[in-house]
Structure formats: structure tokens, C-alpha cells
């Protein structure tokens, strides 16, 4: 998968933000029926923990996560199925993102070299793993935004933005597992 460039992210996010709401819940719908366990963790488990700093950051990330699926859906095509590719990917994929992010926090009790260690994995797999950084500088921009009318503690700032780096990068693993599997077959 290609990372986005300027005019194909505008095209993608101009799509996201035009659409009605009953075309908005037919994708959300369509989301949670394909990917029942990715929509649970990005619509339930990552909203109740930002939710234990900030509420209204919560319904915010919540917000960007149907840009994010729209973006991806806009610029890649309809999400892969849950059924068809197994549950695996997103287990695997989330595990190796947390553990690499739990290196990338500083107060955190690690063994030094193993700490480099997972550092440089996770420098290199953001360097080579077209990462979509436009959408992530939209991202940052529009919680920036946000905040600057409804301040938050930096703490939620920080935590939200991680989640949706972290959403991006499973969206990306999710379509990159797909191609792989369907060049397989």
C-alpha cells in the first residue's frame, strides 16, 4: 500500500467530510459487520480509555476514527473481511504496535538494550511502512484544533493522538495483510 499523497488525502478526506448522516451509519454499519473485533477495539476499548481523562476527547477520536476508515476505504478500496482474513492479523499487529509504543514511553521499566532494540523496530517500520503521514499530520492538526476551544490536560492530548496513530497504523496492517493474502491465493 502507497502512501497518500496530498491531493489523493484531500480527495479521501472532502469525501469523509461530505457525507450524510445515513450514509455515515451505512459505513459504520458495514464496518461492524465485516470487522466486528477491529470496530470493537477502535469504537470501544481505545474511546473508554481516553474517556477516563477527557470525555469530550473521547467522542472526538471517535469522530476522526470514521474519517480514518472513510479516508481508507476512499483511497484503497471496501475493507477487507474479518471472516476472510482471520482474526490473527489485528491480535498480532495490535500486540507488536503496543509493545513497540510501551518502548517509545519514557518512565516505563525495560531492559535498555531490549528497549533500543524495539525503538529502532519500530523507527525502521515507520520508514519503510508508508504510514500515511498526512493523515496522521491531519489528525494532529484537528485535535490540536479541538483543544484549542476545548482545552484538555496533555496527558489526554497525548493519549488520543497515540490511539489514532495506532488506528492508522492497524488500518494499514489490515489492508497491506489483505493484498499479501490475496497475492497469495
Given at each position: ?54 470525555q469530550s476527547l473521547a467522542h472526538l ?125
Amino acid at each position: 500500500m502507497q502512501e497518500l499523497g496530498d491531493k489523493a488525502l484531500y480527495q479521501a478526506l472532502t469525501y469523509a467530510k461530505s457525507l450524510d448522516e445515513q450514509t455515515g451509519r451505512k459505513i459504520l454499519e458495514q464496518f461492524q459487520l465485516e470487522q466486528p473485533a477491529f470496530a470493537q477495539t477502535i469504537f470501544g476499548v481505545f474511546p473508554s480509555v481516553i474517556a477516563a481523562q477527557d470525555q469530550s476527547l473521547a467522542h472526538l477520536f471517535m469522530d476522526l476514527c470514521f474519517d480514518i476508515i472513510c479516508v481508507f476505504q476512499h483511497a484503497f478500496g471496501p475493507l477487507p473481511n474479518q471472516q476472510t482474513m482471520g482474526f490473527e492479523w489485528l491480535e498480532k499487529s495490535a500486540a507488536l504496535i503496543d509493545t513497540e509504543l510501551q518502548a517509545m514511553m519514557s518512565g516505563k521499566a525495560m531492559d535498555a538494550q531490549f528497549k533500543n532494540k524495539l525503538q529502532d523496530r519500530f523507527t525502521d517500520r515507520l520508514i519503510n511502512s508508508n504510514n500515511q503521514t498526512g493523515l496522521v499530520n491531519f489528525l494532529d492538526e484537528s485535535i490540536h484544533d479541538y483543544v484549542a476551544d476545548y482545552p484538555a490536560n496533555a496527558e489526554a492530548i497525548r493519549l488520543t493522538k497515540t490511539m489514532l496513530f495506532v488506528v492508522v497504523q492497524l488500518f494499514g496492517s489490515l489492508y497491506d495483510h489483505a493484498e499479501t493474502t490475496a497475492n497469495r491465493h
